[in-house]
């Protein structure tokens, strides 16, 4: 998949025509793909190429950093998922820049002018161009002058409630994994490359990865049953723990992972872990002792979830 940063690395002309799939596509669940399909099918029929529009940072985070809510997935994380789904190109823009465009302006110089769009597909709830004054109305008029067709994508609904990141971001939280898996198609997972850390888990005879977060706040918390990639063929099973460990004295929320079966230096490496389901909430303990009777009692527990 071809990556754009810039507006200048925007090849112009366009080489092809494409289909122009809009949004911020964060967690990137089954109603984000029904937008990206129907950008995929578009592409082929024009025989052009499928291309994302997305923005760092999210419009949320751009505007009030404080309150913004937790990412779902990271900008890698998207980048390599919508690669898995057959995306073409994908065109990153800084969101302090699309946002000073007027509508109009955001249809003819960014959509028709950079990007050739020929078919943009939006969700039913799209809004663009400076104060979000863009519709979905406004981008068919404008559009057609320009000979663009528009695709507005209905909701996905769940057992009667409409998927969204913020319905997914709730069920995390509440520790709803079998909802959030139902509206991302998949397990949660988190990636990131592996880091050293305090060197505790393997002193108490449970050597974790610890993976670097990079967020401002984790959508996920607690104890959970994992499976782990980037490290084989096949995916590995373990435990796994976000937070900020209270134990020995809190801090940043970190994601550690106990691998099974597993002693192999993996610093520096790049992987994946998958939630599969959550065994309990973090807990502050009164002394390592006490925690480390619980990490057996965990590690039991993940293997029991992990082969049913």
Same mark, same amino acid.
């Given at each position: 998949?071809?990556?754009?940063?810039?507006?200048?690395?925007?090849?112009?002309?366009?080489?092809?025509?494409?289909?122009?799939?809009?949004?911020?596509? *964060?967690? #990137?669940?089954?109603? @984000?793909?029904?937008?990206? /399909?129907?950008? &995929?099918?578009? =592409?082929?029929? %024009? !025989?052009?190429?499928?291309?994302?529009?997305?923005?760092?940072?999210?419009?949320?985070?751009?505007?009030?950093?404080?309150?913004?809510?937790?990412?779902?997935?990271?900008?890698?994380?998207?980048?390599?998922?919508?690669?898995?789904?057959?995306?073409?190109?994908?065109?990153?823009?800084?969101?302090?820049?699309?946002?000073?465009?007027?509508?109009?302006?955001?249809?003819?110089?960014?959509?028709? *002018?950079? #990007?050739?769009?020929? @078919?943009?597909?939006?969700? /039913?709830?799209? &809004?663009?161009? =400076?104060?979000? %004054? !863009?519709?979905?109305?406004?981008?068919?008029?404008?559009?057609?002058?320009?000979?663009?067709?528009?695709?507005?994508?209905?909701?996905?609904?769940?057992?009667?409630?409409?998927?969204?990141?913020?319905?997914?971001?709730?069920?995390?939280?509440?520790?709803?994994?079998?909802?959030?898996?139902?509206?991302?198609?998949?397990?949660?997972?988190?990636?990131?490359?592996?880091?050293?850390?305090?060197?505790?888990?393997?002193?108490?005879?449970?050597?974790?990865?610890?993976?670097?977060?990079?967020?401002?706040?984790?959508?996920?918390?607690?104890?959970?049953?994992?499976?782990?990639?980037?490290?084989?063929?096949?995916?590995?099973?373990?435990?796994?723990?976000?937070?900020?460990?209270?134990?020995?004295?809190?801090?940043?929320?970190?994601?550690?992972?106990?691998?099974?079966?597993?002693?192999?230096?993996?610093?520096?490496?790049?992987?994946?872990?998958?939630?599969?389901?959550?065994?309990?909430?973090?807990?502050?303990?009164?002394?390592?002792?006490?925690?480390?009777?619980?990490?057996?009692?965990?590690?039991?527990?993940?293997?029991?979830?992990?082969?049913?």
């Amino acid at each position: 998949m071809r990556l754009y940063r810039t507006f200048a690395s925007l090849p112009r002309p366009a080489a092809e025509p494409r289909a122009v799939a809009v949004g911020v596509f *964060d967690g #990137l669940h089954i109603g @984000h793909r029904a937008i990206l /399909d129907r950008a &995929r099918v578009s =592409a082929g029929e %024009l !025989g052009g190429s499928s291309l994302v529009l997305t923005f760092e940072p999210t419009p949320k985070e751009f505007f009030s950093p404080e309150t913004a809510p937790p990412r779902l997935t990271r900008f890698r994380e998207r980048y390599e998922q919508l690669a898995a789904l057959g995306i073409d190109e994908l065109f990153c823009a800084r969101f302090g820049e699309i946002r000073q465009l007027a509508a109009r302006e955001f249809i003819d110089e960014l959509l028709v *002018d950079r #990007l050739g769009a020929r @078919h943009v597909v939006v969700g /039913d709830d799209f &809004r663009f161009g =400076a104060d979000r %004054l !863009g519709t979905v109305d406004a981008l068919r008029s404008y559009g057609a002058r320009h000979g663009i067709a528009v695709t507005e994508v209905p909701p996905v609904f769940w057992q009667g409630e409409r998927v969204s990141s913020t319905a997914i971001r709730q069920s995390l939280k509440a520790g709803d994994l079998a909802t959030a898996r139902a509206m991302l198609g998949r397990d949660y997972s988190i990636s990131g490359r592996v880091v050293r850390g305090l060197g505790l888990g393997r002193k108490l005879g449970f050597p974790t990865a610890n993976v670097n977060l990079k967020r401002l706040q984790a959508p996920i918390d607690g104890i959970f049953a994992a499976r782990v990639t980037g490290l084989g063929v096949a995916p590995l099973d373990g435990v796994a723990s976000v937070g900020s460990r209270p134990t020995i004295g809190g801090g940043r929320a970190l994601l550690e992972v106990l691998i099974f079966d597993f002693d192999r230096d993996i610093y520096g490496r790049y992987i994946t872990v998958e939630f599969v389901k959550r065994l309990r909430e973090e807990r502050h303990f009164a002394d390592l002792q006490s925690l480390q009777r619980q990490m057996h009692v965990d590690v039991a527990a993940a293997r029991a979830a992990l082969a049913g």
